[in-house]
């Protein structure tokens, strides 16, 4: 995949004293070794009040763990710039990473939806 996405949860058989987004163990041991993804990784939303900590501290854990994104979705200016103060221009693997599913969304092709809802109806004529 080119793109993903970390959780707030905790797997502890992996890590049980911290959630997935945070976890240095589950993003390099398990997610980018074990799975083997290599794509751009983005952390679940930040607002959600799901990790401890105020926003600059969840900012540096998030990207600590080798998460390549911070993601920050409800708009609050403060939580924002909380977010902002601790993070920096993409580099290196991120950088690229990022730079790889940018070109692939750009040069995908785009899907007929006609065709696609064509497809679909057929599927429930089948079952009808």
């Given at each position: 995949g080119l793109s993903g996405s970390t959780a707030h949860v905790v797997y502890s058989a992996v890590d049980p004293d911290n959630p997935a987004t945070t976890s240095a163990k589950v993003v390099n041991e398990v997610i980018r070794g074990e799975i083997g993804f290599d794509g751009l990784l983005?952390?679940?939303?930040?607002?959600?009040?799901?990790?401890?900590?105020?926003?600059?501290?969840?900012?540096?854990?998030?990207?600590?763990?080798?998460?390549?994104?911070?993601?920050?979705?409800?708009g609050v200016f403060e939580e924002m710039s909380g977010i902002a103060s601790r993070t920096t221009m993409l580099a290196g693997k991120s950088l690229a990473r990022a730079e790889r599913a940018l070109t692939y969304m750009k040069n995908r092709d785009v899907a007929d939806e006609g065709a696609i809802r064509a497809e679909f109806a057929t599927y429930f004529e089948a079952v009808a």
């Open positions: 983005m952390s679940d939303d930040t607002s959600m009040k799901a990790l401890s900590g105020d926003f600059p501290t969840k900012a540096a854990a998030i990207l600590a763990a080798g998460v390549d994104l911070v993601l920050h979705c409800n």
